[in-house]
């Protein structure tokens, strides 16, 4: 798997088509979720690739809300990108919208990940330290458990990619707890650089 565009025109077409500043955040955390899961799983030689999917995952959503995951090869084609790496991002919309399956480890993650990156944001913002730094486990969980909170981010795709990835549930929320934390400032510092 390989990317067939760098990180700097990834970022470039991300805000071409990206000009609200929480689709860019996202876009920013869900890469970097992605480039430490990469890393601790064994994956770090395709750190790039799984770090810009992450980048681009949304790269249709803000522009073309009806068209997700189908506007975005046509996006990705005309910017070089391979059709790994378009493959790979339409299928995090796997069974919302568009029926490609994740295969590969990765596209497991991204699937699960994107979800729960929006879950575990919402909750952030909730606490007074406006952080996940001091986020524990059994406080996300119980935001998970109330359908109310944050209720645009599906639980059911969440357990789903838990379960392609055949982890537990509190595994797969501490790894991307874990992962947020160690990244939430470079994050929050290059997002308002952006902005």
Same mark, same amino acid.
């Given at each position: ?8 025109? $990834?970022? $470039?077409?991300?805000?071409? @088509? ?21 890393k601790n799983l064994g994956y770090a030689e395709e750190e790039e690739y799984w770090g810009i999917t992450g980048l681009l995952h949304d790269i249709d959503f803000?522009? @073309? ?5 189908? +506007?975005?090869?046509?996006?990705? +084609? ?7 790496? !378009?493959? #790979? !991002?339409?299928?995090?919309? @796997? ?17 699960? %990940? ?5 879950? !575990?944001? %919402? $909750?952030?913002?909730?606490?007074? #330290? ?10 996300? +969980? ?11 981010? #599906?639980?059911? !795709? ?20 874990? %992962?947020?934390?160690? #990244? ?12």
């Open positions: 798997m390989e990317s067939k565009i760098g990180r700097e025109q $990834a970022l $470039a077409l991300l805000k071409e @088509y990206n000009k609200e500043p929480f689709h860019i955040l996202h876009a920013l955390t869900v890469e970097a979720v992605m480039r430490s899961f990469a803000e522009m @073309y809300p009806s068209e997700h995951c189908k +506007k975005a090869p046509e996006l990705l +084609k005309k910017a070089g990108a391979g059709e790994d790496m !378009i493959y #790979s !991002i339409c299928s995090h919309g @796997y069974g919302l919208c568009c029926d490609i399956e994740p295969k590969h480890q990765m596209e497991k993650v991204l699937f699960a %990940a994107d979800e729960l990156t929006g879950l !575990i944001g %919402a $909750a952030a913002r909730m606490r007074p #330290s406006k952080s996940v730094r001091d986020m524990e486990l059994s406080s996300l +969980k119980k935001k998970f458990k109330d359908k109310k909170f944050a209720a645009g981010c #599906s639980r059911d !795709i969440i357990k789903k990619g838990a379960e392609m990835l055949g982890w537990d549930l509190d595994k797969l929320m501490q790894d991307t707890l874990d %992962a947020m934390r160690g #990244s939430e400032q470079s994050v929050n510092e290059e997002a308002a650089s952006l902005n």
